[in-house]
């Protein structure tokens, strides 16, 4: 019996001689140190799978009565058995290949954006009001449940609401130019309303865990700092806000973009840079923080009628650009 149970957690040995236990499991209680009880608590504070205690910080995992010791130790095992060390550029281009895409509706904006809303990263829209940001955003909740052969992933979406922009009418109006139903394009995109900072950063928990079961494959703010803004007011707030809002980025990327390959799009408000003497005094609210913690950002602007200008100002593979595109009836087009 005892062979076998190292069997069935498969057993590596080290050039030491010493037996690594490697689980392949996704139980919690698969980890050494953690009983029916802990594993209880884990999941009480959103710890689901050995995934999310593998991205944990020690810090996080002591709320749940362990010491220093256990969780690292916890956090340790995950981080073996998912394999979490160095690996090769070439490993890293075959991992690469489960990244999809998400179309726009324009092709413009699709070639400025390298082939569309990509998965695995935060996508950052920011501009004045009326620029276009709602619109893409409730455009992709729609265009996400298209098949992969018609630029959408399959998928469900998840839209947190921060200033009460989300509005049924217009997706079943952009659903009925996909010849898709209305009704069932809104039964597969889960809406919440958020009322200040922490429910919003906890509505994002909450996405992370209904992500497999619900196949989310997007998630939608609008806006992301609305609320950072309103509740954290004055040079003297900027501190504790920007921490905030860093770590609410850190878990985006972390517990949805990185763990279930979900494409994360948020947008922005902007504000006027006084310093500014020549040029676009526009400036996105949130600083560095969320400039360095997107992996896209995207500035849009209004331009003639319908007509709006989108312009890439940030990415890891792609050159600064600009695109024109339009919204209208049929939502975003060329």
């Given at each position: 019996?005892?062979?076998?149970?190292?069997?069935?957690?498969?057993?590596?040995?080290?050039?030491?001689?010493?037996?690594?236990?490697?689980?392949?499991?996704?139980?919690?209680?698969?980890?050494?140190?953690?009983?029916?009880?802990?594993?209880?608590?884990?999941?009480?504070?959103?710890?689901?799978?050995?995934?999310?205690?593998?991205?944990?910080?020690?810090?996080?995992?002591?709320?749940?009565?362990?010491?220093?010791?256990?969780?690292?130790?916890?956090?340790?095992?995950?981080?073996?058995?998912?394999?979490?060390?160095?690996?090769?550029?070439?490993?890293?281009?075959?991992?690469?290949?489960?990244?999809?895409?998400?179309?726009?509706?324009?092709?413009?904006?699709?070639?400025?954006?390298?082939?569309?809303?990509?998965?695995?990263?935060?996508?950052?829209?920011?501009?004045?009001?009326?620029?276009?940001?709602?619109?893409?955003?409730?455009?992709?909740?729609?265009?996400?449940?298209?098949?992969?052969?018609?630029?959408?992933?399959?998928?469900?979406?998840?839209?947190?609401?921060?200033?009460?922009?989300?509005?049924?009418?217009?997706?079943?109006?952009?659903?009925?130019?996909?010849?898709?139903?209305?009704?069932?394009?809104?039964?597969?995109?889960?809406?919440?309303?958020?009322?200040?900072?922490?429910?919003?950063?906890?509505?994002?928990?909450?996405?992370?865990?209904?992500a497999e079961e619900r196949?989310?494959?997007?998630?939608?703010?609008?806006?992301?700092?609305?609320?950072?803004?309103?509740?954290?007011?004055?040079?003297?707030?900027?501190?504790?806000?920007?921490?905030?809002?860093?770590?609410?980025?850190?878990?985006?990327?972390?517990?949805?973009?990185?763990?279930?390959?979900?494409?994360?799009?948020?947008?922005?408000?902007?504000?006027?840079?006084?310093?500014?003497?020549?040029?676009?005094?526009?400036?996105?609210?949130?600083?560095?923080?969320?400039?360095?913690?997107?992996?896209?950002?995207?500035?849009?602007?209004?331009?003639?009628?319908n007509k709006r200008i989108?312009?890439?100002?940030?990415?890891?593979?792609?050159?600064?650009?600009?695109?024109?595109?339009?919204?209208?009836?049929?939502?975003?087009?060329?």
């Amino acid at each position: 019996m005892k062979e076998k149970s190292k069997e069935d957690k498969g057993v590596e040995k080290s050039e030491k001689g010493e037996e690594k236990v490697q689980i392949k499991s996704s139980s919690l209680e698969d980890l050494p140190g953690v009983g029916p009880a802990t594993a209880e608590k884990l999941k009480e504070m959103g710890f689901q799978t050995v995934e999310s205690i593998a991205v944990a910080s020690i810090g996080e995992l002591k709320d749940a009565g362990l010491t220093d010791t256990s969780a690292e130790k916890i956090i340790n095992a995950a981080r073996e058995s998912l394999k979490m060390g160095f690996e090769t550029g070439l490993e890293y281009m075959e991992k690469r290949k489960i990244v999809g895409r998400i179309l726009t509706g324009s092709k413009e904006l699709d070639n400025l954006l390298g082939g569309g809303i990509e998965t695995g990263s935060i996508i950052e829209f920011y501009g004045q009001f009326a620029s276009g940001k709602t619109q893409i955003g409730l455009q992709a909740t729609v265009n996400v449940q298209l098949p992969v052969e018609k630029g959408g992933l399959n998928g469900t979406a998840v839209f947190i609401d921060t200033e009460s922009t989300f509005r049924p009418e217009r997706v079943m109006q952009i659903a009925v130019t996909k010849n898709l139903d209305p009704k069932e394009v809104l039964k597969n995109i889960l809406v919440a309303r958020a009322y200040n900072s922490d429910h919003q950063m906890l509505l994002a928990e909450k996405a992370g865990e209904i992500a497999e079961e619900r196949n989310v494959r997007l998630v939608v703010i609008d806006s992301l700092t609305s609320h950072f803004r309103s509740e954290y007011s004055g040079r003297g707030e900027l501190a504790p806000r920007q921490q905030k809002l860093n770590r609410h980025l850190h878990s985006l990327q972390r517990n949805l973009a990185d763990m279930h390959n979900i494409a994360v799009i948020v947008t922005n408000q902007v504000m006027a840079n006084p310093g500014m003497m020549f040029g676009d005094p526009t400036t996105p609210v949130g600083g560095n923080i969320v400039g360095h913690l997107s992996t896209y950002r995207v500035y849009l602007r209004k331009s003639k009628g319908n007509k709006r200008i989108g312009r890439l100002v940030d990415s890891p593979c792609l050159p600064e650009g600009e695109c024109v595109f339009e919204i209208g009836a049929n939502g975003i087009s060329d």
